[in-house]
C-alpha cells in the first residue's frame, strides 16, 4: 500500500512563474490536507478538501493560490505568479475520514519549491 | 504566541538518556497528536493522545496531557542516535464535540542525540 505521493519533490521557479504541486492520497483515503513549511518553522496548515470540494481554505492566501481535488487524479496545489516568499516546503497529507473519531494524518514526503 | 509552542527549541543528549519535549497550546481540543520530521523529510506520526486521556504509551514513547493546564509533554526513553529529528505536537481543535482533521502545529523542538 503506498503512501501517500507528492510530486515534483523539488521545484525551481522564476518570479512570475507558475508552480503546479500534485499529491496522491493513500488508497482509500478521500480527505487531503495542504501545509506549508517555512524554513525553521512548523507547519501551517493551507487548505483541507474532500474529493471535487473544498471544506476549509481559511489558511490559503487569498489572492495567486488556488487547490483541487478532482473525482479522478491529484490533488492540485496551484500558485500563479510566485514569489520569492513562496519558497517553503509544501506538504500535503491525507486520511480516511476527518470527523467523528480522530484520524491519523498521513504525510507525504513533501514537494520544495524554490522561487528564483 | 501561537497554538502548540514547543519547549525547549533544541535539546542535545547523549545517547541513552531520556528526552522531554512540551508542548502548550491554547485553546480546546479534540485531540494532541506528535510527529517526528528527519531533516528534509516528510512527517511521521508518532503517538495520538484524544483530549479524554491523561497518559499514552508507544514503545519508548510516553505523552502526557494535562487539559487544565493545555500542555502536553513527550519523553522519549533511552534515546538513540536514530532519534535524532524535529518533534512537532499538533493539535485537532474542539469543533463541537468532533475532529475536524485541521491540525495546528508548532514550532518543534530539535533533538539532537549524541552517540
Known amino acids: 500500500n503506498a503512501g501517500v505521493m507528492q510530486n515534483p519533490r523539488h521545484l525551481v521557479r522564476r518570479r512570475g512563474q507558475e508552480a503546479r504541486l500534485r499529491c496522491s492520497p493513500m488508497k482509500g483515503h478521500s480527505h487531503v490536507y495542504w501545509y506549508r513549511q517555512l524554513p525553521e518553522e512548523g507547519l501551517k496548515f493551507m487548505v483541507y478538501?474532500?474529493?471535487?470540494?473544498?471544506?476549509?481554505e481559511s489558511g490559503m492566501p487569498k489572492e495567486r493560490f488556488s487547490a483541487e481535488f478532482p473525482k479522478e487524479g491529484p490533488s492540485i496545489l496551484r500558485i500563479q505568479q510566485v514569489v520569492r516568499g513562496d519558497s517553503a516546503a509544501y506538504f500535503c497529507?491525507?486520511?480516511?475520514?476527518?470527523?467523528?473519531?480522530?484520524?491519523?494524518?498521513?504525510f507525504g514526503p513533501g514537494t520544495r519549491l524554490t522561487v528564483t | 504566541s501561537q497554538q502548540g509552542e514547543e519547549d525547549p527549541q533544541a535539546l542535545s543528549i547523549q545517547e541513552g538518556e531520556n528526552a522531554t519535549m512540551n508542548c502548550s497550546y491554547k485553546?480546546?481540543?479534540?485531540?494532541l497528536q506528535w510527529y517526528r520530521q528527519n531533516s528534509g523529510r516528510g512527517l511521521v506520526h508518532l503517538i495520538l493522545?484524544?483530549?479524554?486521556?491523561r497518559e499514552k504509551h508507544s514503545g519508548r514513547l510516553r505523552v502526557t496531557l494535562d487539559t487544565s493546564k493545555k500542555s502536553s509533554s513527550l519523553l522519549i526513553t533511552a534515546s538513540r542516535a536514530a532519534d535524532t529529528a524535529s518533534y512537532f505536537c499538533a493539535t485537532d481543535a474542539d469543533a463541537g464535540g468532533t475532529s475536524y482533521g485541521k491540525l495546528t502545529f508548532g514550532q518543534g523542538t530539535i533533538l539532537t542525540v549524541h552517540p
Open positions: 485553546t480546546s481540543i479534540n485531540n
Open positions: 493522545i484524544r483530549s479524554n486521556e
Open positions: 497529507a491525507s486520511s480516511p475520514q476527518a470527523s467523528g473519531a480522530p484520524y491519523e494524518q498521513y
Open positions: 478538501l474532500q474529493k471535487e470540494n473544498i471544506i476549509d
